[in-house]
């Protein structure tokens, strides 16, 4: 979804009994999301989005932009994650 200051919008939640509830730790590892727009990947850990319903990317169309920037493309902290636990 496009927000009114130019970026794309993504949810971090989920619904339980009709509440809004964030995501945590138990239930994901990672969130991997797609803007179509920028044709740009982001890979967030949940430690990243602990709390927050929504986030930002593609600020203004650039993939590397806002705070999220740094999750552009970041595969390689899933193979990091898996190899700690492995």
Do not use: H
Request: aromatic share 12%; charged share 20%; proline share 3%.
């Amino acid at each position: 979804m496009l927000s009114s200051y130019g970026s794309y919008l993504v949810n971090l939640q989920r619904n339980a009994n009709g509440e809004v509830i964030p995501y945590d730790a138990s239930e994901i590892d990672f969130v991997v999301a797609y803007v179509m727009l920028c044709e740009a990947w982001f890979v967030r850990p949940v430690e990243a989005i602990a709390g927050r319903k929504t986030a930002k990317l593609c600020l203004k169309g650039n993939p590397r932009s806002g705070k999220l920037g740094k999750y552009w493309e970041a595969w390689g902290l899933m193979r990091t994650r898996w190899a700690e636990s492995g």
